[in-house]
Each structure stands twice: as structure tokens, then as C-alpha cells.
């Protein structure tokens, strides 16, 4: 790599202030810092040494989505091919899925980092690392058949009401991602909602075979079609209609693992999350006033965004509670709600969407309260050694 690194040391004196492109030395540093570590260090104030900076960290996220992302391409194909009843073999499944896919993330990225970078050239600071993560996320919580120009308005609207609005990477209230997802969910909803989507579009009449239905587990569930929804194992290794990266729920635990392994993702509001999620199911176990609420809780976990939104992006450090009890609620209420919606307004069927969003806005109000608590029980053991 030395080659490339005395490359840019040559050019880079052009992009500096009084050089040929200064105007464009934001777009150059974000290509610099992204292929090497910044060399910059602090020199004032009390700081924080750590030998891993924000992009390697997006890093390790998106390599933890890697296996969701892989296993979508393939279900892309598989998904499709099984609704015309074919089984051309291993590698033409995977070309379909790549050709439905690959397109949806290259859109995403183009889209929203030329929103970044143009922000970055207006404003004269470096670019933001953040939607490294979001435009890998944005793929993955879509079904295979949107309109590209649609991922492409999402992943506009996330960067610009979900980032800039509010200064930036490191500043938003919402999580990019899910917010561009809310976007085509609520302007589009044809086009992330019904059976024909998750299968590349095919309808009856154009091949599909008798018998096979294109709905997702939570539509079933949804429409009270309760015998209908896949097995456990089904479930789990991810052979159902759904979203590119949410379908197969052991690689979304292999990058569980990854992220909590390299101290990225919060296991406590994992683990939280999880725990909310069981017990809305049991209290609705207990009541089963129809047959939604009859639905065993693994089954429930396991259908839907449900484990991806807790893994990938109810951690997220920016839009999630910063507080160590913080984060225990934060989870809980997330797991919570999300069963919650799902099961009272079969509407929105994919209640994770609206529980993280919901709990992004009143996560900075859970800190507070969680902080105020800890000053208030140190005042009160401060009073109580000062009188003895």
C-alpha cells in the first residue's frame, strides 16, 4: 500500500488551501481517511485515546451485516424461483438475487453519500462517516422489487430531514435508515406492502405457480392467516418472503455476535429488547383474545424485522440512550412496543419500525430521568453522612 500512500501524498498538496482543487479538499480527505488511519491527534482539552476511529468502526458494522446481506441475494433468487416452481441450481439463484440487489445498494450509496459530499463541499468540513452504515442498512430493510428511484428519494430524505437537519452525523434524533424506510412505507406503501414485491414482482398470471403464496410470516399473521405462517426452522434459517437482510435470522445472530465480540453494538439493549418483545407476547398469551395473541413468543421474535431492528439498529450509539440504565429501558420499551403495535393495529404489521423510531425521540428523556435518579440518591447519601 505504500504506492498508494505516497500517491496521495503527492496530490494531496492540490486539494490544501491555495492548491488547484482546494474547494474540493473534503471530497479528497474523505477518500484519504477512508483508505488510512487520519494522523491527526489532539492537542488541547482532556480527550479520550482509542486505537479505533468512527470509519472503522461503520467498518465492523457493515462487515457484521455482511452475512444478512449475502443470505438476501441468495433469497432474492431463491424466493423468486420457487414461486415459478423452478430450481435452476445454486448459482443462477444467486446471479438473480445479485442482479436485484447489487442495484438497490449501489442506488443507496450514490444517492446519499452525493448528498453528503455536497453538504461537506457547501459547509467546508469533512464528510460525514455515518452513512456508511445507513446506505447498507437502507438495502436491507427493502423489499427486492422497489423502484430504484424510490431508494434513491428514501436515501435523499434520511441524509437531509434525518442528518443535516439536525447538524450532521452525531446529531440526529432518528436513525437514517429506519427513517427512509418510514418514508416509502407512508408515501409509497403499495410498494413495500403486499405479496408480489418480495418475489420480484411476480403476480398470477405470469407464472407463478397454484398454491404458492408471496406473503411475509407477519402478513399472514396480519391478515389472521395463523396457519400460514412458516416453521421454526423456516424462521430461522430464513427461507420466507421479507425484507433483503431481515429474512434469515442466524446470520443477523453471527452479526450480533460480531458486534457485541468488538464492543460495537450493546448487548444490554439487545438482550432488553429481547425481553420486552417476551413480555408483551406472554401477557398476550395470557389474555389470547384472538389468535394473534396465541402466538408462541419464539415464533414472534423470529417473525419479521423484530431481531434485525434490535441488532443493527436499536444499538445504534447515536440515536439510542447513552446511560447503562438507560439502555436496559430504552431496549425494553422497544421490544415492548413493537409487539405491541403488531399485534393491536394489524395495519402496521411491522411495528419494529415505529417502536425504534418512537423510542429514538424519547431516548435523550430516559437519560435525563436516569441521571437526575443517580444525583438525587447521591445527594441523599451525601445528607444522610453528613448528619451521622
Known amino acids: 500500500m505504500k504506492f498508494l500512500r505516497d500517491f496521495l501524498d503527492k496530490q494531496k498538496p492540490q486539494f490544501e488551501k491555495g492548491g488547484r482543487f482546494e474547494k474540493l479538499q473534503s471530497t479528497f480527505d474523505a477518500f484519504e481517511t477512508f483508505l488510512f488511519v487520519p494522523d491527526k491527534t489532539t492537542f488541547s482539552g482532556a480527550h479520550v485515546r482509542d486505537a479505533i476511529d468512527l470509519k472503522r468502526t461503520m467498518s465492523v458494522v457493515i462487515i457484521a451485516m455482511l452475512p444478512a446481506l449475502l443470505f438476501g441475494i441468495w433469497n432474492a433468487g431463491y424466493q423468486h424461483f420457487l414461486s415459478l416452481g423452478q430450481s435452476p441450481g445454486f448459482w443462477p439463484i ?9 442495484p438497490i445498494v449501489i442506488v443507496s450509496y450514490v444517492a446519499g453519500l452525493g448528498v453528503e459530499f455536497i453538504f461537506a463541499q457547501y459547509r467546508g468540513h469533512e464528510v460525514n462517516e455515518g452513512y456508511l ?8 430493510v427493502m423489499p427486492i422489487d422497489i423502484p430504484l428511484w424510490m431508494v434513491a428519494l428514501a436515501s435523499i430524505f434520511a441524509v437531509v430531514i434525518g442528518k443535516e437537519a439536525f447538524g450532521g452525523t452525531g446529531m440526529n434524533v432518528f436513525n437514517p435508515a429506519l427513517l427512509a424506510r418510514a418514508f416509502v412505507f407512508f408515501a409509497y406503501p403499495v410498494k413495500i406492502t403486499g405479496d408480489t414485491i418480495w418475489t420480484g414482482g411476480l403476480s398470477k398470471g405470469e407464472g407463478v405457480v397454484d398454491g404458492f403464496s408471496g406473503a411475509t410470516p407477519l402478513g399472514n399473521a396480519a391478515a389472521g392467516a395463523i396457519d400460514k405462517i412458516p416453521s421454526l426452522q423456516d424462521l430461522f434459517f430464513g427461507f420466507i418472503p421479507g425484507s433483503i437482510g431481515e429474512t434469515s435470522k442466524l446470520a443477523i445472530l453471527i452479526g450480533a455476535a460480531i458486534l457485541i465480540l468488538t464492543g460495537i453494538g450493546s448487548w444490554r439493549v439487545m438482550l432488553s429488547g429481547l425481553l420486552g418483545g417476551l413480555s408483551m407476547t406472554l401477557i398476550f398469551n395470557l389474555f389470547a383474545a384472538n389468535e394473534y395473541m396465541k402466538i408462541d413468543p419464539l415464533t414472534q421474535m423470529m417473525m419479521g424485522s423484530f431481531l434485525f431492528g434490535i441488532v443493527f439498529m436499536a444499538t445504534d450509539p447515536v440515536t439510542a440512550a447513552q446511560t447503562t440504565r438507560g439502555k436496559w429501558i430504552y431496549g425494553f420499551l422497544i421490544g415492548f412496543i413493537a409487539i405491541m403495535i403488531r399485534v393491536f393495529n394489524p395495519a402496521y404489521p411491522e411495528g419494529m419500525m415505529l417502536s ?14 436516569v441521571v437526575e435518579a443517580n444525583i438525587n440518591k447521591r445527594l441523599k447519601r451525601a445528607t444522610t453522612s453528613v448528619k451521622s
Open 356 to 369: 425504534i423510531l418512537l423510542l429514538n425521540a424519547f431516548a435523550p428523556l430516559i437519560d435525563h430521568y
Open 133 to 140: 452504515v445507513s446506505g447498507m442498512l437502507i438495502p436491507l
Open 94 to 102: 444467486v446471479f438473480y438475487g445479485l442482479m436485484k440487489v447489487l
